[in-house]
């Protein structure tokens, strides 16, 4: 399996713009976590979701980031409009049951918002 | 108070050396340990996993949960160059089951340099 894979690995947009991020789990995981990596707050938990449905979404910053998973292959994070204080690594990370508390990141986005 | 602390050093040793991580935590719902491992520009990686106190070996790597203290570490014997990175730890208070669950809470991270 090729793991965790995230497009793009980096994006560089200016502030009011739309960005959208890409993820697809591993194959027959069933969980997928969206986190946001900074210097100042470490790594937080955006939203994750179960068989493709969100189950706690409290992460998220604000009514400007949004989730979706329309399949168990794919989902997305945008933010809309952005603002340079998005900018961060996002990581997307999925999990199959059974694995115990077993994460798997993928390498990240590096979002820079000028 | 944060739920997790850990210093975020840097910390440089020789190789060679012994190096020791820490977090401490105040949820004590937590009973599940991890610690992760993150190479510069790459995501995290699950390096030793831990339930409630104790402890855990895996080649160089012991992991200690004192869960009393709420104090977790991870030894590194005779460090490489190699292990080079940032160490986190990240606890839940889930297991398999449970709904709402699999939420870890992450510290800082520690990053580590091994000088040749």
């Known amino acids: 399996d090729a793991g965790v894979i995230q497009s793009p690995r980096h994006e560089v947009t200016e502030m009011g713009q739309e960005v959208t991020l890409r993820c697809k789990p591993i194959s027959g995981h069933d969980y997928l976590f969206w986190y946001r990596q900074t210097m100042m707050r470490g790594l937080e938990l955006l939203i994750y979701?179960?068989?493709?449905?969100?189950?706690?979404d409290s992460g998220m910053p604000e009514d400007r980031f949004s989730a979706k998973m329309p399949n168990a292959s794919f989902s997305t994070l945008k933010i809309q409009p952005s603002e340079p204080r998005d900018s961060a690594v996002y990581f997307c990370?999925?999990?199959?049951?059974?694995?115990?508390?077993?994460?798997?990141f993928g390498p990240g986005t590096r979002l820079l918002v000028l | 108070q944060k739920e997790v602390e850990q210093d975020p050093g840097p910390l440089s040793v020789p190789e060679g050396a012994i190096v020791s991580l820490n977090c401490t935590y105040s949820n004590s719902a937590f009973q599940y340990f991890m610690w992760y491992r993150q190479y510069s520009r790459k995501g995290p990686e699950l390096l030793m996993y831990t339930y409630s106190s104790g402890n855990k070996e895996d080649g160089r790597f012991t992991a200690q949960v004192d869960k009393s203290s709420k104090y977790i570490s991870l030894f590194i014997r005779d460090s490489q160059p190699s292990d080079s990175a940032t160490y986190l730890c990240a606890m839940s208070a889930s297991g398999l089951s449970g709904a709402g669950s699999y939420q870890l809470t992450f510290g800082k991270g520690t990053k580590l340099s091994v000088i040749p």
């Open positions: 990370a999925s999990r199959g049951q059974g694995e115990l508390e077993t994460q798997y």
């Open positions: 979701f179960n068989n493709n449905v969100p189950i706690d």
